[in-house]
């Protein structure tokens, strides 16, 4: 028997959906609750012609101001949270900060780093989302996804070759992450654990803007240094404003949206600092950001 096919929303508005409160709205749009669900939709998109998009917390994306054709499948239904001893399964629509917080309280260390990057577990591990020096890549012991072809594939922290803010998952823009096991090490007292945690928290405080309208940081960090908000804020380019996207005066990597912000100025401001800092320093900088509906093909 085929497994039902979970609401199908029209016209949903996804600026509220993301981190910068941008873009348009989602033509069609729906939440999984399970594998099965998952398969259903991919199988109705390709049916009906439409384009896939995959959100999660929207704290890596641009959306473009006319929105997303066909289907966007939002992530925040795959909530499995299992523990079996030293191995956890968490679905990709668990969050990274609840996935680090309910870990602190089973007194397991090492998750910490994850508590200030506020998107799923999905998204996480498709870009090897990291802080501090540590990625999540490091955690991992087996990785769900799920093709469009309706195949389930399972793969090793090594098969997905995690480098920085990199996996090959992100050839796959059709491939989604449905659910991850990580290993759990470094039993630890609940306390010491919180204590670590809000002394991240407290030095993420003082090097990034208080406003939560942004998408973290917009470039990667060059691979021959220096830091990619350095040489922006050495490009005199700090404060610079189009319309309400405006470079974040404390740290130069972050784009704000100070009020009613477009995709179209955010990402002529990107272009901008792309242009400045090239012309300066002969650095080109590349997009740690996702902009959809343009970068489906994978390449960004
Ligand atoms: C204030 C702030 C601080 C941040 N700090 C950090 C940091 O320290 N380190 C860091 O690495 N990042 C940081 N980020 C960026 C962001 O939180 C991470 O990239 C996070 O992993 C994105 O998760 P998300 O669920 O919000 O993804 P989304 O923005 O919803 O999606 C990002 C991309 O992943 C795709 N996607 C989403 N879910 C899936 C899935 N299940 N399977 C396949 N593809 C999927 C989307 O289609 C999109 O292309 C920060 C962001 C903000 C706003």
Redesign the pocket.
Known sequence: MRASVPDILPRVPLAPR??WRIGGPAEHFAVPRSLEEVFALFELAASRGWPL?????????LVDDAGLPGLTLQ?GG?TEFSRQGDRLRAG??VA?PRLARRLADMGVAGFEFLE????????????????WGREIAGLLSRVW?ATPAGRLLEFTPAELEPGY?STR?LAF?H????GAEFRLFGEEDPVSIRARMAELAARRRTV?PAS?R????VFKNPPQGPAAGRLIDEAGLKGRRLGDAVVSRKHANFILNAGRATAAQVKALIALIQEEVWRRFGVALER?V?F?PE?LSGHH
């Open positions: 993301t981190t998009f995959f959100l999660g917390r929207g704290s890596n994306i992530v795959l990709a629509g990274l200030g990057i506020p998107g799923t577990v999905g998204a996480g591990v498709r870009l090897n989302a990291g802080a996804v803010r998952l823009p491939w989604l992450v449905v990034q939560p942004s998408c973290g940081s740690e996702v959809l970068d």
